[in-house]
């Protein structure tokens, strides 16, 4: 996984609520198991309709409770793939906005009012660092730049600092794990004490 610390660029924006993950990514397209390769699939069914234009840009701004419905891994994957970088929405479900971090696609909580000035500006900057959104004023003289600051949990902000899955934690962890297997191994007969141990 990448480091992430500044996407900037244009939006996109899905002006639907409740979008569940069969809509984002649907099943007839959850056969495979690797993460790529699913851009294409992207809103399958909405993307044959006349008026579809959902261009790939890094920030997706979109409604509330996105992600909803079933836990499939396939819909982060899917936007990932498309080439999204960041979902703005006022809401996300649980499962579905874990399962963006882990792979480090960036889901940011902003209320209504602010989802929808970024999408009317058409541009914006997510600075993870400093927790902030910023987007030219789409209604203010001269378009000057709003910063909005989001909430993020504290760990996964680092994990997305530091470009690291699930894997990338574990590794880190790499000397405890073999100090602890030690431990374990000797307090259970199954080995003897290192004599650098003593």
Known sequence: MEPLETIAGPVSHLDRANVDTDQIMPKQFLKRVERTGFGEFLFYDWAKEPDWDLPANPILVTGENFGCGSSREHAPWGLQDYGFQAIVAPSFADI??????????????????????LARAGEGQVDLRAQEVR?????????GLVAVAFEIDPEIR?????????????????ARIATYEAERDVSRGWASVPTTAL
Do not use: M
Request: charge should be negative; aromatic fraction near 6%.
């Open 158 to 174: 680092r994990r997305l600092l530091e470009g690291l899955d699930d894997i990338g934690v574990t590794l880190g962890e790499e």
């Open 135 to 143: 987007y030219p004023d789409p209604d203010g003289p001269g378009r």
């Open 96 to 117: 579905f906005y874990s399962n963006c971090t882990k792979i480090g696609l960036l889901p940011i909580v902003l209320d209504e009012r602010h989802c929808q000035a």
